[in-house]
């Protein structure tokens, strides 16, 4: 099969790769390890950066997002008992759009499925070939072995994908940093705590009160880093939930059954050069965030509205617009993890961490609550980084 760009991964950066350059008349191959099933059952991010929001409407999938999602013009950050909203309209005339990951992806393969997009399911072996001449991605499926020849591969498969390592070694540098905890979330059938996120600190360890609806809620609760999710009863979660969440939220907190239980590890990880020769890394391929700023699908989109501009050009026979990406994409990806690794710290607890810390990191909430220009740098940052 030939194709001019080959898209490894059929998560949010694949599938919006595919469909804004489907719309320059690039023409391109999805190749996905699972089964759309699995890529649909994901339970992941919920929260939408305004840039996000106008990136999908541009690329034809923004009518439910703005149907059935919700506009937020705040977020409330607690400790000590207390909680106090971050205003993102008076600090910076933004909003941000709550609506989760995996209607975002759904919509995305339904505007694919009408474009007549080539999307290849439970792909095994992906391999990707002569990446600094012309590229090839093989792999198997129905007992054989397939070929796609491309002018460009994009990877977009992930963190534990097989694209970055497709980078010479002596080529790549990493940063890597794991955060000594976890986060186990709860998504549940129960009307949300209150009708914007709560972010809260807590001397037992972080929570987070968000939602994907007015019946739906979606909880988290800081926990160490080797915790296995079903080791947690739902009425301890609820338990320590409440325990955790200011007072007033807690009073409001309405539970019931569980009907998605998951750990998610803490890390930050970023993969530098992001394109090499004809091969370009977009979205967690190449740089992972702690979720604690809502940037992980943010950074991901960044990088596909980037790419997408940059490949067009590109292929409309501009020689220099490849060379520019990999710096222009970092500039986002390390503000994004700037902001959220700030946010972890501010927030969560650390193994060992003293009283004296603990009432930094509350002296610190107060000085935000207290302050113009630092909830003003909180709004900018959580409503869209550098723009
Ligand atoms: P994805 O990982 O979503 O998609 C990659 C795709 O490539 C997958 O479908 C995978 O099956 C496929 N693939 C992998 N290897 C392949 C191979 N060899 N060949 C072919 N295909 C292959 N972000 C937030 O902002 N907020 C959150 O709360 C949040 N929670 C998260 C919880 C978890 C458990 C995880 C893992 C991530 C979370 N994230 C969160 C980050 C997440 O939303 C990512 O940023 C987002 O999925 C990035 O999208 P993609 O880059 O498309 O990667
Ligand atoms: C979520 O709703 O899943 C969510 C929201 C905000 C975050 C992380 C996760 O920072």
């Known amino acids: ?22 719309q320059s008349g690039i023409s391109t191959v999805v190749i996905e390890r699972r089964s759309r099933a699995h890529v649909l059952s994901r339970i992941r991010a919920g929260v939408l950066e305004w840039g996000s929001v106008e990136t999908l409407r541009r690329a034809g999938v923004g009518a439910r997002m703005d149907a059935e999602g919700a506009v937020h013009e705040g977020v409330a950050l607690g400790h000590s008992n207390h909680q106090f909203r971050i205003d993102f309209r008076a600090a910076c005339d ?3 759009m709550v609506y989760g990951q995996t209607k975002v992806t759904k919509d995305l393969y339904a505007a694919q499925d009408a474009a007549g997009a080539v999307i290849i399911h439970d792909a095994q072996d992906v391999a990707l070939h002569d990446v600094e001449g012309t590229p090839r991605v093989t792999y198997a499926k129905e007992g054989r072995t397939h070929e796609v020849v491309a002018d460009i591969v994009a990877g977009c498969d992930g963190f534990h994908g097989v694209a970055r390592q497709t980078i010479p070694e002596a080529k790549r540098t990493e940063y890597a940093h794991a955060f000594p905890f976890a986060w186990l979330g709860v998504l549940s059938e129960t009307p949300p705590v209150a009708h914007e996120l709560i972010y809260a600190n807590h001397p037992r ?5 968000s939602m994907r609806n007015a019946k739906l809620s979606r909880y988290y609760v800081q926990v160490p880093a080797e915790t ?7 009425a301890a979660f609820w338990d320590e939930l409440r325990r955790r969440l200011p007072h007033d939220a807690a009073e409001r907190l309405i539970t019931g059954p569980s009907i998605e239980k998951s750990v998610a590890q803490l890390r930050a990880f970023v993969a530098e050069p992001m394109r090499w020769g004809n091969l370009v890394l977009a979205g967690d391929a190449a740089h992972i965030v702690p979720p604690t700023g809502a940037k992980g699908l943010n950074l991901a989109i960044g990088d596909v509205a980037l790419l997408a501009e940059v490949l067009t050009a590109h292929f409309g026979g501009d020689r220099a ?13 390390w503000a994004g993890i700037r902001f959220s690794s700030g946010m972890t710290n501010l927030l969560h607890r ?4 003293s009283a004296f810390e603990q009432r930094m990191q509350e002296a610190e909430l107060h000085h935000i609550e207290h302050s113009a220009a ?14």
């Not at 296995?228 to 739902?234: G, I, V």
């Open 94 to 96: 933004r909003a941000v």
């Open 321 to 333: 617009a490849l060379g520019t990406y990999t710096a222009r994409a970092l500039e986002r990806v």
């Open 205 to 209: 360890g972080f929570a987070l009160a």
């Open 228 to 234: 296995e999710a079903q080791s947690w009863s739902d």
């Open 374 to 387: 630092a909830r003003e740098a909180v709004a900018r940052n959580y409503t869209g980084l550098l723009d």
């Open 350 to 353: 650390f193994p060992g961490q």
């Open 1 to 22: 099969m030939r194709t001019q760009a080959a898209i490894i991964g059929a998560g949010p950066a694949g599938l919006l790769l595919s469909q804004l350059l489907m």
